[in-house]
């Protein structure tokens, strides 16, 4: 077999690059993606910014990139002329109408936007909010600012983004960090418990656990909406008879069903049978329907949407005392079997005539089904709800021994999905450790907890946080 020749990769990459630069260079203005990074990185003459309108700006901290829906930047630290810093969002973009044909005037996202970055704009066009232009600031030629991103090094994690705890925490072994992140996991667990607990007492443990789910359910952007439909479930549970009317009822009380049928309806249509258990009860449930603006459908997958969590939830409704399958599972589940892959199989239902093969009402239908239910998900399920609202249960009966099987579980679970901000957190705090992936969930919600407790409590630069000189009492 011939041997490759020694950087034959690298030159590769290099003749691409070369292709991508000159395909860039074919257009006036450079790529969104390539002003992101100039941001990021802050390569620019920092000391000679201004806005549009010839404000002096300084950047005491960029903010933290985000790649979610919203602004691109999030908790930036800024100073305009002798005023006092201000902290806030920055969005990017070419132009400034941009603005408007991105629609971000009446999304409520962007509200905290404190300064609007440009590639080029005039004092007129960009008079509306602090604005700021990038094309005449740039530390390099536009054309080597391309050969810099093309590089990869516009990659690398900005060392001058690093948290004030970084260092310190550098000093620890692994074994140390470990333990730390371990402990911290530990308290995030028991907080959970309390919270279930604390429901518990005045709706009774299956409420709590219900409530639980559906939060779990909304993901971030729809927690209280489906934390509401939690709520009414006594009611809307009472008389329903089969799977139909409970997914009837959720979905109608979420505003999600239309007030009148499509003309194109037919009969035998999954809308159509929905409505018509749906009008059925509709005015008996009026006093309880939930505003269609609660809910927050920007950005999410079609898998995630509310409406298939809602039917998903349904089918657990339906199957009668599903506390007691839980149980089934955290209590019989065999020591060699693994009791992620166990619980999946417990909240997997069977599949459903649409949802299984539809993303929506009217989506068109799917080549091959897809379970309501993923791995990530029920995880997420396991870690924030399940597990604590077992140990909470266990405390409360003074079972020493169910309470060990919980925690035990919980510190042994399989890592969750990563996702952005364990990825800044790992960066911002574990540093030169920035590229770890945890082998366990409570190593991810160990990190969590400290971002709760210290870096939520603080601003983007670290302003009179105790946690750096906590660590640092661990390394003596």
């Known amino acids: 077999m011939l041997a490759l020749p020694p950087n034959l990769y690298a030159h590769w990459r290099a003749q691409q690059d070369a292709r991508s630069l000159l395909r860039e260079r074919d257009s006036p203005d450079p790529p969104e993606r390539l002003l992101q990074n100039v941001w990021h990185h802050q390569r620019l003459r920092r000391d000679e910014l201004r806005t549009v309108d010839g404000q002096p700006v300084r950047v005491l901290h960029p903010g933290f990139w985000n790649h979610a829906a919203g602004p691109d930047f999030r908790g930036a630290i800024l100073q305009f002329g002798q005023e006092e810093p201000r902290a806030g969002d920055v969005e990017i973009d070419l132009l400034p109408q ?22 080029t704009a005039d004092a007129e066009s960009a008079r509306s909010r602090p604005s700021l232009a990038l094309r005449d600031f740039l530390d390099m030629p536009l054309a080597e600012m391309h050969s810099w991103a093309a590089s990869g090094a516009s990659e690398s994690w900005p060392e001058s983004l690093r948290g004030a705890c970084s260092a310190p925490l550098s000093q620890l072994d692994a074994g140390r960090t470990e333990e730390l992140l371990r402990q911290a996991a530990l308290v995030r667990f028991q907080r959970k418990a309390r919270e279930l607990e604390t429901r518990a007492r005045h709706a009774g443990w299956e409420q709590a656990l219900w409530e639980g789910l559906f939060r779990a359910l909304g993901y971030k952007q729809n927690v209280w909406a489906m934390q509401r439909v939690a709520e009414l479930l006594p009611s809307l549970r009472e008389g329903a008879g089969s799977l139909l009317t409970l997914q009837a009822r959720l979905l109608g009380v979420s505003g999600f069903l239309p007030t009148d049928l499509p003309a194109a309806t037919q009969p035998g249509d999954y809308l159509r049978v929905l409505w018509d258990h749906w009008w059925r009860d509709r005015d008996h449930f009026r006093a309880l329907l939930l505003p269609k603006n609660l809910w927050r459908m920007h950005g999410l997958r079609p898998a995630n949407q509310p409406q298939r969590r809602l ?7 339906a199957a009668g005392d599903y506390p007691a399958k839980l149980e089934q599972w955290f209590t019989a589940t065999p020591a060699d079997a693994s009791p992620a892959s166990s619980l999946l199989a417990a909240l997997q239902p069977a599949p459903d005539d649409h949802w299984s093969w539809h993303w929506g009402f009217d989506s068109a239908r799917l080549r091959q089904a897809q379970p309501l239910l993923g791995e990530s998900r029920a995880t997420d399920l396991a870690i924030n709800i399940i597990l604590p ?72 630069l670290c302003a009179d946080c105790t946690f750096p000189d906590l660590v640092r009492s661990c390394c003596v």
């Open 389 to 460: 609202w077992f140990w909470a249960r266990a405390r409360a009966g003074q079972n020493d021994a169910l309470a060990a099987t919980a925690e035990a579980r919980y510190l042994a679970w399989p890592a969750a999905q990563d996702n952005a901000l364990l990825r800044l957190a790992r960066h911002r705090l574990l540093g030169g450790q920035g590229a770890i992936r945890f082998k366990s969930a409570a190593g991810q919600q160990g990190l969590l907890q400290i971002i709760h407790d210290f870096c939520d409590q603080t601003n983007s």
């Open 311 to 317: 039917a998903l939830a349904s089918h657990w409704l």
């Open 98 to 119: 941009n603005w408007e044909a991105h629609r971000h005037k009446n999304n409520p996202e962007f509200e905290g936007v404190i300064l609007h970055v440009l590639w």
